[in-house]
Each structure stands twice: as C-alpha cells, then as structure tokens.
C-alpha cells in the first residue's frame, strides 16, 4: 500500500504551458562520471550538482553539468538539511559561466539522486535556494539508480526525469517540512513538482565525446579491492612482460590499453549487429502478421474496413533499401547474383569516394606547388635586379676612371710638348712644378 501513496510533492495539475527540455548527452555523461567517483571512492554525503544551459521562452537546454559542494543548515524540528555552499557554488558557476560565455549560459537546473516515486523532502531546501538566488525556473533533474540496478529500464528509456518546480498555495495545517520558510515567501505556499518530457540533443562536439567514451578509451582506471590477490610478475630482461595472474585456476592476463580499446571496439560492433538484427526480425515478424492482400491472393475479396500503415509500409522498403549498403565488396566478381551487384555498388561508391579524397589532395599538392613557384619567382626576380644594380654601378665607376685617365694626358703634359706658344720647347719647358699651370686653352697660355 505505501508503494501507491501519491507523492505530496507532486503536483496533479496540469501546466497551461508546458516546458520544452533538450537534455545533451554530456550532462548525462558528467552525471554518471560523479556517481562512480563517489561510489568507487567511497565518499560520505549526497550527490548534488549544477546544469548550466539557456533558455529562450518555454525552451530549456541542458547542456553542462558539474558536482557541488553542500552543507547541512538546521531545519524544523532540529532536522538538517541540505544547501548549497554558497561562496563556492557562486564561484563556480561565475567562472563556468565565463568559460561559456558565447553563446551565454545560465544556471538552469540541479541535478540529485531520487526515487522514480518523485523528489523527496530533502531536495526543497536546496530547490529553494536556487530559486530565491540565481533562477526562479530552475528544474530538478533526478537520476535513479536502483533502475540500473534492478533492470527494470526498457525500450532505452533513461535513468533520468526531469521536474519544474514552482509555488502553489497550501494551508496552515499542512506539512510544515513541505512549506516554504525563510526564502522570503508566505508560509501558504508549498513548493510543489510537476513531471515534464525531455528530449536528448546532441550536437556535432559532443559526438566526438561521446564516440570517445564508447570506444572505452576514456575509462577511468578501477579502484583496486585490497583483498584481491596481489599479482606478481616473472622477472624479465625488458621488463615489458605482461602480468600474469593465477586465480583458481585460470590465468588472467592484463591487457594493454590498445588492446583495451580494440575490445570496446569490436564489443560496440558487435552488439550494434545484434540489434540490427533483432530489428530485421521484428520487421519480418510484422509483416508476417499481417493479414493476406487480395493484391497477391486473387481468391481473396477486397476488405474496406482494413487498416493499413501505409507510412509505416513505406519506411520499411526505404529501410531495407540500405542495407545492402553495409554488404561488404565481394572479392569473386565471377558471380553474378544480385548480392554482388550490391557488392559491386557499394564498392563502385566507396571508389568514387576515394577518388574524391585523392582529387582534393592533388588539388591541395598543386595550390602549394603554385605557391612555392610564385616565391621562387619573386626571389629570382629580387637577385637578378640586384646583380644588374651591381653591374652597372660597376660600369659607372669604371667609365669614371678612364675619363679621368685620358683627361690628366691630355692636360698634364701639355708644357713639355711645346705645343702652343708656351714658354718652354723641347727639352727646356717648364713643367708643372716649375713653370706654372697649363690651362689647355687656345695656344697653352699659362698663368
């Protein structure tokens, strides 16, 4: 009887204007990384945290989380309960909210561990503080464990449900611990829960996380149990020997990390063709049920009040449409079937592809070949000029020079030839330093 009693937290009514909630798998991811630490650490405590998204109008995204520090605050009836720390808490999201900062984020849910029944009496204070400080929309994001646990989760429904929390009046005599007291609000008014759908969004970065974390390259390594028989290793030259321990038996070998993710890998694979193929039999197993057509029995009459998922009948050949797709290259190309006229397609479209890629980089190869040869042709251009620079100074200053030389013959000498009416002739002329300076003018006139 006490697993049918409604939650008084709970609200029945129904929202005018219901919320739109895009939960991202990073939320989810940080979630469940904070549970482990705190399990496999052994810590003491509740498990409390942050989500950080936007929200423009009646859509709320989810799109980071991260853990909280908490501490008790004394209650009715001398009971603690639980707060956020407030200078840390407000530390933290003004620096997430700095990393952040385009597009902006703000704080738009909590995050706690919960029964599917729905919050408890524990989570109001903290609801509380939220909403009086930093979002009056703030949402409870409320993680079960003991679904995990049990199994009980089917048709990939998530361990996860979201609550909008808001204020609806109450009465005097109701349940002091469910009222609100101190968060500057009246004591008729009791913070009530209302259950609202989410949908997962994911976008293009957190794919590659997620893709990382499924692979098994991103797992953190085990707490080691100290009852656990400690391994020993044979004494090797290298010291690479990988170690071998013997239990009951069996010998277990510890793989590398490599040898790790390729597990993961091929595991991944594995259970995605396991699936693919449960699906394909549900398929068949549809179409089986189906009633008869007079369309493939002639000796069936036409049935007008059937009703036929035509849609549904649509997405099935579209669907198997591509899995011939997934076969891989046949290596005979002797047969002819039409399995290997798939093989031949899928393998004519991967070649196309490949020319693609090959194509782009020849194109990248010639862009910088034209690049290089462009810079070669502006470094020829600037040693040629200068060389020419060089040469013809080089041609000045020689033209310089025999100027110079014919102009100190013909002027120098001019007093000793006795040419002109010069006061020297023949061997008895005056040089220039004994006879004065000869001008070259008409008739070698000296002064």
């Known amino acids: 009887m ?33 549970i482990s630490r705190h399990t496999l650490t052994q810590k003491q405590g509740p498990i409390v945290g942050a989500v950080l998204g936007q929200q423009n109008g009646r859509e709320v995204t989810l799109e980071h989380a991260f853990e909280s520090v908490v501490k ?8 603690e309960s639980i707060i956020m720390d407030e200078p840390w808490f407000s530390s933290r999201v003004a620096q997430y909210k ?7 984020l703000d704080l738009t849910a909590i995050f706690t561990l919960g029964s599917t029944k729905g919050p408890a009496p524990d989570h109001v204070p903290v609801v509380q503080q939220i909403k009086a400080t930093y979002n ?24 996860i449900t979201v609550y909008e929390a808001f204020y609806e009046p109450g009465t005097e005599d109701g349940d002091k611990g469910l009222q609100v007291d101190g968060w500057g609000v009246g004591r008729q008014l009791q913070l009530k829960f209302r259950q609202i759908p989410f949908e997962v969004e994911t976008g293009e970065a957190e794919m590659i996380g997620v893709d990382y974390v499924a692979k098994g390259a991103a797992n953190a390594n085990l707490a ?78 036409p049935s ?30 002797s047969s002819t079937n039409g399995t290997n006229g798939a093989s031949r397609a899928a393998q004519s479209h991967t070649s196309t592809e490949s020319s693609d890629v090959a194509l782009t980089t020849l194109l990248s ?51 000793g030839g006795g040419g002109g009416s010069g006061f020297g002739s023949g061997a008895g002329s005056f040089g220039p330093e004994e006879g004065g300076f000869d001008s070259g003018l008409d008739g070698g006139e000296e002064y």
């Open 98 to 104: 700095e990393v952040h900062a385009q597009p902006p």
């Open 365 to 415: 190869t010639l862009t910088k070949t034209i690049a290089d040869t462009r810079e070669l042709t502006q470094k020829a251009t600037i040693v040629t000029r200068a060389r020419n620079d060089r040469k013809m100074a080089s041609m000045a200053r020689d033209g310089s020079d025999v100027g110079m030389g014919k102009f100190s013959r013909k002027h120098g000498g001019g007093g």
């Open 136 to 159: 009056d929309d703030v949402l409870l994001v409320l993680f079960h464990p003991e679904t995990i646990l049990d199994g009980s989760l089917t048709g990939g429904k998530l361990p």
């Open 224 to 301: 080691v149990d100290p009852s656990r028989k400690a391994s020993t290793a044979a004494p090797s030259s290298k010291g690479k020997e990988k170690v071998l321990e013997q239990t009951n038996g069996a010998v277990d070998t510890v793989l590398s990390p490599e040898d790790e993710e390729l597990i993961a890998s091929l595991t991944s694979k594995s259970n995605a063709i396991k699936m693919l193929h449960s699906r394909i039999n549900l398929i068949k197993t549809y179409l089986q049920s189906l009633p008869p057509s007079y369309l493939t029995d002639p000796s069936l009459a």
């Open 72 to 79: 008790p605050k004394p209650g009715v009836n001398g009971k």
């Open 304 to 333: 007008q009040d059937l009703q036929i998922p035509h849609t549904l009948l649509r997405q099935i050949p579209a669907l198997l449409s591509r899995l011939p797709l997934l076969t891989p290259p046949s290596m005979t190309p």
């Open 2 to 34: 006490a697993s049918n009693t409604p939650n008084p937290l709970v609200s029945a009514k129904p929202s005018d204007s219901p919320l739109v909630v895009k939960l991202h798998p990073l939320v989810l991811i940080t979630i469940t990384d904070y």
